[in-house]
């Protein structure tokens, strides 16, 4: 029985370079290399009953097509079609030969008539790849030598989840490499800091949304109005640019250090941010096996927020590029401390790698 194989990869895992069938471009070009090479190529029997079936259409002479509509060049056949000629011709001729593709280079009914009429084997790259592959009869989708169809193809979207999102996993390995790469690259100069101190309401004061701070939250005056805010950074947004930032969350209880990862409100200004996501912010942990809101305020002496540049997720091994600012809040001594990129960078870098 027939079977098309699809093998999940990634490129450097490939042992030499394939052959591109992506998309329309790429079958086009290896389609009329083959024919320039090879003029008794799509005549074996089933490449014959591929292009009938597919497109209608027979061959004649050396370069010829007669279809319902007409005699054409072999050439004026569809991009799908093509696709499954070379499938069927790099089999045939090049079992070995890696075949690159994705599922939009060719329609539902080319694929479907490579799974019942062929034992061939395709690659797609991991972030190319389309489940649907999997829900038509005849096609397997091999990772690591495990194979997957519709009937456990959950197990399959799992895979491809974890894979997806495995980028954007904070783990003390990730976090250290990016980090370290980060400061192989920083600037050989000197940085010397600028460093102010004001009360908390005077700096608030300075944003344009400070009064209306003021009067939205009236409890935020009366618990954090005596704190000091100690400043290194020279420049800070009145404004962010996207819907949702990534925040990463440090907080520290007695010897502990704790980590969570929490996303800004929606379309935050500066100010929004420092109080609402940050200074009266919270996060959700697991309590006696239950799902609850906590506040950093209340479970933390001590807790720094990175902002990140990115929208709601930041690729671990970005993250040093994309920090905008560190904020750290400490109830002991009734400061909040604002960092600057490069400061801030550091300082979660060393609070990250003490976490449990």
């Known amino acids: 029985m027939a079977q098309l194989k699809i093998v999940l990869t990634r490129y450097q895992d490939l042992d030499r370079s394939p052959i591109y069938l992506i998309d329309t471009y790429s079958v086009e070009k290896e389609f009329l290399h083959v024919l320039n090479w090879d003029k008794e190529a799509f ?63 060719a329609g539902d009914n080319v694929w479907r008539w490579l799974a019942q009429n062929t034992d061939a084997t395709l690659y797609v790259y991991w972030d190319d790849y389309d489940w649907l592959f999997v829900l038509i009869d005849g096609i397997v989708t091999e990772i690591d030598g495990v ?17 997806k999102y495995a980028p954007y996993h904070m783990s ?11 400061t192989n690259f920083k600037d050989r ?38 704190y000091k805010v100690i400043n290194y950074a020279s420049y800070l947004p009145k404004e962010y ?45 697991e309590k006696q096996g239950k799902r609850e809101m906590a506040y950093f305020g209340e479970d933390y002496e001590k807790w720094f927020a990175l902002v990140l540049d ?26 909040i401390t604002i960092y600057d990129s490069k400061k801030a960078v550091d300082k979660f870098h060393e609070l990250y790698q003490k976490t449990k």
């Open 43 to 105: 005549r074996d029997e089933l490449s014959l009953r591929l292009m009938k079936e597919i497109d209608t259409a027979e061959r004649v002479g050396d370069y010829g097509v007669v279809t319902h509509i007409g005699e054409s060049c072999i050439s004026c056949l569809s991009t799908g079609c093509k696709l499954g000629l070379l499938v069927i011709y790099h089999q045939m001729k090049y079992p070995d030969a890696i075949l690159l593709t994705e599922m939009h280079a």
């Open 147 to 163: 194979q997957y169809t519709k009937e456990n193809v959950r197990e399959l979207l799992q895979l491809i989840d974890n894979h």
């Open 172 to 182: 003390k390995e990730a976090e250290a490499e990016s980090y370290k790469r980060a």
């Open 189 to 226: 100069d000197v940085c010397c800091d600028l460093k102010e101190e004001i009360s908390l309401d005077e700096f608030v004061m300075r944003f344009p949304d400070g009064q209306i701070m003021y009067e939205c939250f009236p409890d935020y005056e009366i618990e954090y109005g005596t």
């Open 241 to 285: 640019d996207h819907r949702k930032h990534p925040i990463y969350m440090c907080g520290e209880r007695c010897e502990e250090t704790e980590y969570h990862l929490i996303r800004s409100e929606i379309y935050p200004t500066f100010l929004g941010l420092l109080i609402n996501d940050v200074i009266v912010g919270h996060f959700f942990c």
């Open 310 to 335: 990115a929208e709601e997720a930041c690729r671990i091994k970005e993250y040093p590029e994309r920090a905008l600012h560190g904020i750290e809040v400490d109830r002991n001594e009734k400061t």
